[in-house]
């Protein structure tokens, strides 16, 4: 089953990878640091509250003792007003009943009875809701005995708005700190990946304008990373890493894909030559024909003068003769050189027709020994396409060996018929060769442009010439395709791109 995959560049992967650990750690960081600074302050508030609650009973004592109850209540709101913090402060007696209070509000029976301080006792804290002006607020209550409670207990009132008010500026300032470090590691994820992309999409780069044709000329270009700091500041010294490690194998698969690439030409060079060679075999015997006719003529001509050297007109004729036969001699024999020769593959402006003629003039023996019957459909302009003479040629010189090879074994029927014929569009030539040979069982057909693969009798194929017929056309960026009927004849369309130059 396949997975659905989706493209997310490697920047967005460090940054995401960045913001999950920095709100991770950030969140639990927080939560932490809450819980200490929380329990941190209420510590050191409650600490405070009590300190000031001993002075306050110490200051009380002895007014309470002589009933100095204006005394008492100046004591208490000077406190009040010393500090911010303090909500209330008021004293009960023994009984709990109120002596003396400097809060802004009547203090209630409820509030008197929340923190009860237990005979005893130090001192003891609450937490408690104080609604005030319809507002809650949480208020830290502690209760000191005066003078060991004989004289009752002294309640302060602490107010927690302070201490949340801190723990929320810490947290805030965390969090401050923490969207710095996101920012930053933001900006290091994205150098970060820049230095491991570039060098990346250089790699790519280089990969996606890899070409064959190219590289045996070009060879494959060879990639240099990391050798200035953003482009301008050049790097004397750095470590290397698996980034260069991938570099160098790259440069190194390249200059032996190239040297590869070199060899597979050569030995590509060399076995189109051979077929060339093993195909002019096949036609030798026309060749001799074609080269044994005009020498006869030649002989004849020259026997004619010797015998009567004065008859001028007579001997002017035989030298035209002569001179034609030479020119026959010389055409067959510079086709022949033309055909056998190893060249490169250069692309040229080529007249399709002419290299047809050039194959049917180097096959005309093969053509009459059978009584072959050569029809051709050619427009009657010029058609040129964009390739090499020499390989183009090969190509149909290959394709009418096959049609001759296929009505020879077909020797049994009447018609012997090899139809030639050219069409064109707009961007591609179309040349169709039709023959009334034995044919190929369609099952074969598939395989008959693979290396080494011959319906032919032994010893008289190589089996290459097809597969060789393929990797031509597809070099020049055309393409083959093959109909046959067993009994009837086959069909070979080659398309060629057509030439567009001026």
């Known amino acids: 089953m396949n997975k659905k995959q989706f493209y997310l560049p490697l920047f967005w992967k460090f940054t995401i990878a960045i913001i999950l650990i920095v709100f991770v750690f950030g969140g639990v960081n927080a939560y932490l640091i809450f819980q200490n600074v929380q329990k941190s302050l209420e510590k050191e508030s409650e600490k405070r509250a009590i300190d000031i609650g001993k ?10 003792l002589f009933e100095d109850y204006v005394g008492v209540q100046k004591i208490l709101d000077g406190a009040k007003r010393l500090d911010s913090t303090v909500v209330y402060t008021f004293i009960t007696d023994k009984n709990q009943n109120l002596i003396s209070n400097s809060s ?29 002006k319809q507002k809650y607020r949480i208020i830290r209550d502690i209760a000191l005995p005066v003078l060991e409670g004989e004289l009752g207990t002294i309640r302060i009132g602490i107010s ?18 923490v969207g710095i470090f996101l920012i930053v590691g933001i900006l290091g994820a994205f150098s970060f990946s820049y230095f491991i992309t570039k060098p990346i999409k250089k790699i790519q780069s280089a990969a996606d304008s890899l070409e064959l044709n190219s590289l045996s000329d070009n060879g494959t270009p060879k990639i240099e990373i990391r ?30 894909l190239t040297e590869a690439y070199k060899e597979l030409k050569e030995a590509e060079t060399k076995l189109i030559q051979s077929e060339k060679l093993a195909t002019i075999g096949t036609v030798s015997a026309g060749l001799a024909h074609e080269i044994n006719n005009p020498i006869s003529g030649i002989k004849n001509c020259l026997r004619r003068m010797n015998n009567d050297p004065l008859n001028i007109e007579q001997n002017k004729k035989y030298l035209t003769l002569m001179d034609h036969a030479t020119v026959r001699i010389e055409t067959v024999i510079k086709n022949l050189l033309n055909y056998t020769r190893l060249e490169d593959m250069k692309f040229e402006k080529v007249n399709i027709k ?9 096959l005309a023996y093969r053509f009459e020994l059978n009584r072959i019957i050569i029809t051709k459909n050619f427009p009657t302009k010029k058609i040129f396409v964009f390739g090499s003479k020499s390989y183009l040629e090969q190509v149909i010189v ?33 040349l169709t060769i039709n023959d009334s040979g034995i044919g190929i069982p369609e099952k074969e057909l598939g395989k008959i442009f693979e290396p080494f693969y011959t319906t032919k009798a032994t010893g008289k194929g190589t ?17 083959i395709e093959v109909e046959s009927k067993v009994g009837v004849g086959t069909t070979a369309y080659v398309f060629f791109p057509k030439f567009k130059g001026i």
């Open 398 to 430: 290959n394709l009418l060996v096959n049609s001759i090879d296929a009505i020879e074994e077909n020797s049994g029927k009447n018609s012997k018929t090899i139809a030639i014929s050219l069409e064109e569009d707009k961007d591609f030539l179309k």
């Open 160 to 177: 927690e708005e302070r201490i949340n008010k801190d723990i929320i500026n810490t947290i805030s300032r965390f969090w401050m700190m």
């Open 55 to 64: 002075n306050l009973a110490d200051q009380v004592a002895t007014p309470l």
């Open 463 to 479: 089996g290459l010439g097809l597969s060789i017929i393929y990797n031509i056309v597809n070099s020049h960026n055309g393409k």
């Open 354 to 362: 002419e290299q047809i003629e050039y194959a049917l003039l180097l």
């Open 227 to 256: 050798k200035k700091l953003l482009g301008k500041i050049p790097i004397f010294f750095r470590a290397k890493d698996e980034i260069d490690l991938l570099t160098e194998k790259f440069n190194d698969m390249g200059f032996r």
């Open 104 to 132: 802004d509000f009547k203090v209630s029976s409820s509030l008197i009875k929340v923190n009860k301080l237990v005979q005893h006792s130090k001192s003891n804290v609450v937490l408690i809701n104080l609604i005030e």
